[in-house]
Nanobody
Framework: QVQLVESGGGLVQAGGSLRLSCAAS????????MGWFRQAPGKEREFVAS???????TYADPVKGRFTISRDNAKNAVYLQMNSLKPEDTAVYYC????????????????????WGQGTQVTVSS
């Protein structure tokens, strides 16, 4: 089992920055691929970014150039640095862990992930 706990969400003005953290507990964190997803009210959960165990990163088009995913295996943590935030980035952000990595396209699918955190709210005001 892997437990995931997100933190770092909050209210920020458009153009501002936030850094989300996801702390993982459990076994063999370094071999898991990790992903960030988000869900806005009335919308489906959507892919934001992923990072494989070999540190291959993938981003959704709306966040490319603004968001950066990273991981620290020594701390069992994954991060999402979000810059130049826009009101349309407002959502609950979820951290997820994937045990079997079959490539970047596979890592975009929410149903590929085995473990999920409870989410952290990010609100961007205009």
């Amino acid at each position: 089992q892997v437990q995931l706990v997100e933190s770092g969400g909050g209210l920020v003005q458009a153009g501002g920055s936030l850094r989300l953290s996801c702390a993982a507990s459990g076994r063999s964190f370094s071999r898991f691929a990790m992903g960030w997803f988000r869900q806005a009210p009335g919308k489906e959960r959507e892919f934001v970014a992923s990072i494989s165990g070999s540190v291959i990163t993938t981003y959704a088009d709306p966040v490319k150039g603004r968001f950066t995913i990273s991981r620290d295996n020594a701390k069992n943590a994954v991060y999402l640095q979000m810059n130049s935030l826009k009101p349309e980035d407002t959502a609950v952000y979820y951290c997820a862990a994937l045990e079997r990595w079959y490539g970047s396209d596979y890592g975009r699918r929410p149903n590929a992930y085995d473990y999920w955190g409870q989410g952290t709210q990010v609100t961007v005001s205009s």
